[in-house]
């Protein structure tokens, strides 16, 4: 019997070693994931549109292009894919919303994000 397809897993933030370690936490925890980066909001489109990710996982704060504005380019390019936030900082300033996603995980417990995808892919 073959192995399952790959989960098809866009990460969009703005530092490479922060995405890389995104990946590894995936990987590490066992679960089989085609990944692809995207650094900036034109990066983000390009891959909704052609690598058809079934979970995107971005960055709160990301330069010139907001969490929230990569959940709602997500969502209108691909609907019902679920948007989980990263953030390694407070989540929203002082008087401001933190976007509201699939899920919330800080990136100094990356453990925490296997599980999360566990539950809302059932992988």
Do not use: W
């Not at 900036?40 to 330069?63: H, Y």
């Not at 002082?94 to 539950?119: H, M, S």
Request: aromatic share 4%; with cysteine.
């Amino acid at each position: 019997m073959a192995d399952p397809a790959p989960l098809r897993v866009l990460i969009v933030d703005d530092s490479r070693d922060d995405a890389e370690l995104t990946e590894l936490a995936l990987r590490d925890a066992g679960l089989a994931v085609e990944c692809r980066h995207a650094y900036d909001e034109a990066g983000m489109t390009a891959l909704l549109r052609g690598f058809a990710p079934q979970l995107v996982l971005s960055d709160v704060n990301l330069p010139g292009f907001s969490g929230a504005e990569a959940r709602n380019l997500s969502r209108t390019i691909l609907p019902g894919v679920p948007v989980v936030f990263l953030t390694g900082s407070l989540i929203a300033a002082p008087g401001e919303e933190a976007p509201e996603g699939d899920g919330l995980v800080f990136k100094d417990e990356l453990d925490r994000l296997p599980g999360l995808v566990r539950r809302l892919l059932g992988a």
